[in-house]
């Protein structure tokens, strides 16, 4: 069974930098895909970003392409979110999740292929 442990998280001004952190442990989690996903108040759930660990692809929602990244796993099995030029709609509670599939430009958008999910971290962004 895969657990995940998000940290990172904060109040930022606009413009600003932050970084999540994921923890993924677990049998095989290695060659998991795993994704951040986020949820501001009174909205739906929606994809921000997803990579295959295995082929190191990486996918991103349009509002987000440039400005956040994740970059490949390290040896601690602990994927990242760096996201830069922070704005105020980038507001929510993020979400790390982790599936047993090789993700693709679609795949990783569907939050309901992900079988795992971390507890999630609220990211504030004042203008």
């Known amino acids: 069974q895969v657990q995940l442990v998000e940290s990172g998280g904060g109040l930022v001004q606009a413009g600003a930098s932050l970084r999540l952190s994921c923890a993924a442990s677990?049998?095989?989690?290695?060659?998991?895909?795993l994704g951040w996903f986020r949820q501001a108040p009174g909205k739906e759930r929606e994809f921000v970003a997803a990579?295959?660990?295995?082929?190191?692809?990486?996918y991103y929602r349009d509002s987000v392409q440039g400005r956040f990244s994740v970059p490949r796993q390290n040896a601690n099995n602990t994927m990242s979110l760096e996201m830069n030029s922070l704005k105020p709609e980038d507001t929510a509670v993020y979400y790390c999740?982790?599936?047993?599939?090789?993700?693709?430009?679609?795949?990783?958008?569907?939050?309901?292929?992900?079988?795992?999910w971390g507890q999630g971290t609220q990211v504030t962004v004042a203008s």
């Open positions: 999740a982790a599936g047993s599939f090789a993700a693709t430009q679609i795949t990783a958008r569907i939050w309901k292929v992900y079988t795992a």
């Open positions: 677990g049998r095989g989690v290695s060659t998991y895909s």
């Open positions: 990579i295959n660990w295995r082929g190191g692809n990486s």
